[in-house]
């Protein structure tokens, strides 16, 4: 496992990519990965990702009021 593993880690990958290939447990990987840390023959890096968040315009916001409104309205009345 350790030689298939170090040749899978040759070019940059998780630890979920590693477990999938090699079709054992993530928790196995790990802790074999921390193994080969230690002595050296692997290194680990954090790899930090962004994405946008979609921010409701006041326009937007206003009209979701009035919809929860007339939905909370239409359920008192049965409506809905």
């Known amino acids: 496992m350790s030689g298939r593993m170090m040749q899978l880690a040759a070019t940059p990958c998780s630890a979920e990519y590693l477990a ?34 979609e921010i409701p315009t006041a326009a937007e916001r206003k009209r979701e009021k009035r919809l929860a409104l007339r939905l909370k309205q239409m359920r008192k009345k049965g409506g809905v």
């Open 20 to 53: 999938d290939v090699l079709r054992l447990p993530l928790a196995e990987v790990q802790r074999k990965l921390a193994r080969l840390e230690q002595q050296g023959l692997i290194r680990s890096k954090v790899l930090v990702t962004y994405q946008a968040v």
